[in-house]
């Protein structure tokens, strides 16, 4: 079982930014574990976002309803961290919900206890700037691929970019995450378009 140090070792790790060993203590101390079965909510439609998560384990998809219809905005395996970005810096009631897809072990990064530690070193600053410019990264290649690829093309570029998710998560989540109908991503994987 991992301990709230490995863990934050984990998480610097993800971004590339070893750090000092009395910074990564403090950013261990602030760490808290959940473990998840599966369908459990981390954040729930209108709650305000109090922590980031790291994924130790498992399998996290964050999503919304629209117009009726459950849609995938995110997957989050093994080393992976995932955020509601505005209710989490804004610190207002989020649209956003993320569930657990399979048991999953999460840990919580709470808000104001790391925003504390930003405040005070430097290196968890740096880690803060690390994880926003991976995740907006992140948001401009998924809003790319919805603006400038094919069916075919987003569906290989998951593959390449959420390998994990591509071979764990079902295949409705997929599709909807990718904009398209199981349907078309049945077809897509059958190699028919």
């Known amino acids: 079982m991992e301990t709230n140090l490995s863990i934050a070792q984990r998480i610097t790790k993800a971004y590339s930014l070893p750090l000092q060993p009395e910074t990564l203590a403090q950013l261990a101390g602030i760490l808290y574990v959940r473990d998840m079965s599966r369908g459990e909510q981390f954040l729930q439609e209108g709650q305000t976002s109090k922590s980031m998560g790291f994924v130790e384990k498992g399998l996290i998809r ?5 117009n009726g ?7 989050s395996s093994e080393d992976k961290l995932f ?3 505005e209710s989490f ?3 207002e009631p989020t649209r956003l919900m993320a569930e657990a897809i399979e048991p999953s072990r999460v840990w919580g990064i709470p808000h104001d206890a790391f925003f504390h530690l930003a405040g005070r070193l430097p290196e968890i600053a740096l880690l803060y700037q ?3 410019e991976h995740s907006l990264i992140e948001s401009q290649i998924k809003a790319d691929m919805f603006r400038f690829e094919s069916a075919h093309d987003r569906y290989e570029k998951f593959l390449k970019l959420f390998p994990e998710p591509a071979k764990r998560s079902p295949l409705q989540h997929i599709a909807s995450f990718l904009q398209m109908t199981p349907e078309t991503l049945s077809r897509v994987r059958a190699g028919l378009l």
């Open 62 to 66: 964050q999503f919304y309803y629209k």
């Open 130 to 132: 690390k994880m926003l």
């Open 89 to 91: 810096l804004k610190q």
């Open 69 to 75: 219809k459950d849609l995938t905005e995110h997957f």
């Open 83 to 85: 955020i509601c970005i």
